[in-house]
């Protein structure tokens, strides 16, 4: 594929190991005679434009040309690390140190981040997804930056500013110690960091952490189980899926699972299924279908109005963009779903109410819907995976979001596969 643009004369992929256990697909290219050498940014798009993401090496590497064995055969071996240049021989040559005397906060991150990745080193405005960083490298190199800096990063800056440059400049603004202030453990500004190794963390969850630790002979009340009030054949239904069957889900489906959230009349006025503050329901629930995913309906963003239990046209054959998603835990899950949906508080309604209160109000109701749509969606076939994070910025155009909109949660769903069972429960995201 990469061996088909063409600035490309040549071209040859490689798995690294370098450092030991990181292993790393890596595209090298030598550009055609006479031709400019090809941006690597440029390249990566040109494979993305006909290969699923997991399939697109993490780096691409342009050569002046490929070191060769005795044979005339491509020398693996002496193919240079990602990150480094190359001479005529393909051997590597270190990247010009930065200039100055003292580094600046985006060039010690740039440190960090050559370190996290094993690189000889890193630009500061070098994107590190684009270097090949995973999302345990970012939880790392977040946990690095917390240890000089004395600031730790959240989801949106890591993922939304994934240069150095963008990181420094994210820590700059964030509440806590100056960027450029030396950390100090156990201070103000310490908290635990993030647990990275798999058997860690699974024995973290093992503990169930979060149930109180009661002593066996502890004085307790005995509740009779069969007096239980929920169908638990219902409840137990309820999961999280990753995988959807490649079909277009019916019309019918997607009305079904919404109609759990529309407003009912009473004569005491209108009547949800779920409570919200001072009876406000400030929570809207958009609606993303992706084209010819769900039959009926065409492709584009909508608006689910619970009065009327329909769906209004927010912009017609708009597409969330994939880069809503991290590209390492979601994307691959929302790639493969039938539709979106969107859990948006218009923060408006809630604050001359409750002032700043309100967005926890919002939060909460935006729960009791999760709840309801968990429930309801094996009921007709559908399966959702919750989507805890998105990047609201490259969302606001194609949802018609307000100044005063915030974006709680989201689901990426689709119908259930034939062989669908009732996996477990997994967590929604690495950070």
Do not use: W
């Not at 590497?61 to 393909?90: E, H, I, M, Y």
């Amino acid at each position: 594929m990469l061996a088909r643009h063409p600035a490309v004369q040549g071209a040859v992929a490689a798995v690294r190991d370098d450092p030991p256990g990181r292993r790393t697909l890596v595209a090298y290219a030598v550009p055609a005679p006479g031709a400019a050498p090809p941006d690597a940014a440029a390249l990566k798009d040109h494979m993305r434009a006909a290969l699923p993401d997991y399939m697109v090496p993490a780096h691409v590497a342009v050569l002046d040309a490929f070191p060769l064995t005795a044979n005339g055969k491509v020398d693996r071996a002496r193919l240079p690390p990602p990150g480094s240049t190359a001479a005529a021989d393909g051997a590597p040559r270190s990247a010009p140190a930065a200039r100055g005397d003292a580094p600046g906060p985006a060039a010690r991150i740039a440190a960090l981040a050559a370190e996290v990745l094993g690189l000889p080193s890193v630009e500061p405005a070098a994107n590190l997804f684009e270097l090949g960083a995973s999302s345990v490298d970012m939880v790392r190199l977040a946990n690095r930056i917390a240890e000089a800096f004395g600031v730790q990063l959240g989801i949106e800056a890591i993922y939304g500013t994934p240069t150095p440059a963008g990181l420094a400049a994210a820590c700059a603004g964030a509440d806590g110690p100056a960027a450029d202030a030396p950390h100090r453990p156990g201070g103000a500004s310490a908290r635990p960091a993030p647990l990275l190794d798999p058997a860690e963390r699974e024995a973290f969850k093992a503990a169930r952490p979060g149930r109180r630790a009661v002593a066996p002979d502890a004085p307790a009340v005995p509740l009779d189980p069969a007096a239980a009030a929920v169908d638990e054949g219902r409840a137990m239904a309820r999961a999280t899926h990753r995988t959807f069957a490649p079909g277009p889900v019916p019309a019918a489906a997607l009305a079904g699972l919404l109609a759990t959230l529309r407003e009912r009349s009473l004569p005491t006025g209108p009547k949800y299924l779920y409570p919200s503050a001072n009876g406000l329901y400030p929570v809207e629930v958009c609606v993303a279908c992706a084209p010819g995913r769900v039959a009926g309906v065409a492709a584009g963003t909508y608006h689910y109005d619970p009065a009327g239990h329909r769906l209004v046209v927010l912009s017609a054959g708009a597409e969330v963009p994939a880069e809503a998603h991290d590209p390492f835990v979601n994307r691959p899950v929302f790639e493969r779903s039938a539709f979106s949906l969107f859990l948006v508080a218009r923060t408006s309604a809630l604050e001359p109410l409750y002032g700043r209160e309100g967005f926890r109000l919002a939060a909460l109701e935006a729960g009791h819907i999760g709840q309801l749509l968990m429930t309801a969606a094996p009921q007709v076939s559908l399966g959702l995976c919750p989507i805890g994070y998105a990047e609201v910025r490259t969302l606001r155009p194609v949802l018609a979001l307000e100044e005063d909109h915030e974006l709680l949660y989201g689901f990426v769903g689709g119908g259930l596969p034939d062989d669908a069972g009732p996996p477990p429960d997994t967590e929604e995201g690495e950070i």
